[in-house]
């Protein structure tokens, strides 16, 4: 397989490179390298000498790039994006450069290929396009937030509402990304993700919480608490989505078109206040912490409903919270060096 990645020097995109090259696959990289660690993600992957590894080193804005990345090429993973929402509201015109036309400037490339030489898609999305969830009522409990009624989690019939700048983009490419394969025939699949988490994961105040609390207590930072901390996320460990994204590519013709919501589900949620607890004991001492306003459209609970997922792709996640915890933990802590260099 002939495999392009789009951001691919980000978290996932390294992860997901990895195991391409390890089944045997061609990959080729396509990013700018401008966020915290993509160097170094870069530097760990070209250590491989794996000679099927390629590196543009672009940005997705760039159409000549992508169109030329895109060419004879089986499946696109289009990672690329403006991820954090307190950017988008500091640059909200820079956030939808990234995010929509980037994200079309990769949809057209496709459209452009002649029939038959059309790879397929796969578009990672994002829990915020339900913004706050308002119609779903939530009840307060010691450490999070839970929903009321018995209600499993979100699923994809959840109706949109885009909050923030960075909804709003994420939202608007993951509608297009749909119509290219109704209007156009294009072999898309979307994924609408809660938090994913693991190793090569440079988390950082604004995004990769998980990531950034065991990185910031290991160096011994204070962590700030952004609302009171009983906000609830399904957490995925990286490479349980990696499965994930491989099924869909390989079902691409049975769920093109299709829209999954992915995360741990129901059996792998986690607080901000229990994540901090965790820490304290595996560090047998107080983690500093400090508390902060509510961020602009942050949900109080958001745990996906992956039924359809498990249905449509034979999909479930198999990494535990407390399992994934340990794993990334271990990756932090071999590498404190690095984040303490990163830091200074």
């Given at each position: 397989m002939q495999?392009?990645?789009?951001?691919?020097?980000?978290?996932?995109?390294?992860?997901?490179?990895r195991?391409?090259?390890e089944?045997?696959?061609e990959v080729?990289?396509?990013?700018?390298?401008?966020?915290?660690?993509?160097?170094r993600n870069?530097?760990?992957?070209?250590?491989?000498?794996?000679?099927r590894?390629?590196v543009v080193?672009?940005d997705v804005?760039d159409?000549?790039?992508?169109r030329?990345?895109?060419?004879?090429?089986?499946?696109?993973f289009h990672?690329?994006?403006?991820?954090a929402?307190?950017?988008?509201?500091?640059?909200?015109?820079g956030?939808?450069?990234?995010?929509?036309?980037?994200?079309?400037n990769v949809?057209?490339?496709?459209?452009?290929r002649?029939?038959?030489?059309?790879?397929?898609v796969?578009?990672t999305?994002t829990n915020?396009?339900?913004?706050?969830?308002?119609?779903?009522?939530v009840?307060?409990?010691?450490?999070r937030?839970?929903?009321?009624g018995?209600?499993?989690g979100?699923?994809?019939?959840?109706?949109?509402?885009?909050?923030s700048?960075?909804?709003?983009?994420?939202?608007?490419?993951?509608?297009?990304v749909r119509?290219?394969?109704?209007?156009?025939?294009l072999r898309?699949?979307?994924?609408?993700?809660?938090?994913?988490?693991?190793?090569r994961?440079?988390?950082?105040?604004d995004?990769?919480?998980?990531?950034h609390?065991?990185i910031?207590?290991a160096?011994?930072r204070?962590?700030?608490?952004?609302?009171d901390?009983?906000?609830?996320?399904d957490?995925l460990?990286?490479?349980?989505?990696?499965d994930?994204c491989?099924?869909a590519?390989?079902?691409?013709?049975?769920?093109?078109?299709?829209?999954?919501?992915?995360?741990g589900?129901?059996?792998?949620?986690?607080?901000?206040?229990?994540?901090l607890?965790?820490?304290?004991?595996?560090?047998?001492?107080?983690?500093?912490r400090?508390?902060?306003?509510?961020?602009?459209?942050d949900?109080?609970?958001?745990v996906?409903?992956?039924?359809r997922?498990?249905?449509?792709l034979?999909?479930?996640?198999?990494v535990?919270?407390?399992?994934?915890?340990?794993?990334?933990?271990?990756?932090v802590?071999?590498?404190?060096?690095?984040?303490?260099e990163?830091?200074?």
């Open positions: 495999a392009l990645i789009t951001g691919g020097a980000g978290f996932i995109g390294s992860n997901l490179a195991r391409l090259l089944a045997g696959h080729t990289l396509l990013d700018d390298a401008s966020r915290p660690g993509a160097r870069l530097e760990s992957l070209s250590a491989l000498g794996d000679t590894l390629h080193e672009a804005r159409v000549r790039a992508v030329h990345a895109v060419s004879g090429t089986d499946v696109v990672l690329a994006a403006q991820v929402v307190t950017t988008s509201l500091l640059d909200p015109v956030d939808f450069d990234v995010n929509l036309r980037g994200t079309l949809l057209e490339a496709i459209r452009s002649p029939d038959g030489e059309r790879p397929a796969l578009f999305s915020k396009v339900y913004g706050r969830i308002e119609d779903v009522p009840v307060e409990q010691a450490q937030y839970a929903y009321a018995g209600t499993d979100i699923g994809e019939g959840q109706r949109l509402d885009f909050h700048p960075y909804g709003c983009s994420k939202g608007a490419a993951d509608q297009y119509e290219y394969a109704r209007v156009y025939g898309t699949v979307v994924f609408r993700m809660s938090c994913i988490y693991g190793p994961q440079w988390g950082t105040e995004q990769g919480w998980v990531a609390f065991l910031s207590a160096l011994g204070p962590i700030t608490v952004y609302g901390g009983k906000q609830v996320r957490v460990f990286i490479d349980d989505l990696l994930a491989l099924r590519v390989g079902k691409i013709d049975s769920v093109a078109g299709e829209v999954f919501n992915i995360g589900g129901p059996e792998n949620t986690l607080s901000l206040l229990e994540l607890e965790w820490l304290e004991r595996r560090l047998a001492r107080p983690v500093a400090s508390f902060a306003a509510w961020r602009p459209g949900q109080r609970v958001y996906s409903d992956i039924s997922a498990r249905e449509r034979g999909w479930a996640p198999r535990t919270v407390a399992s994934g915890l340990e794993r990334l933990w271990q990756w802590d071999d590498h404190r060096g690095l984040f303490a990163a830091a200074a």
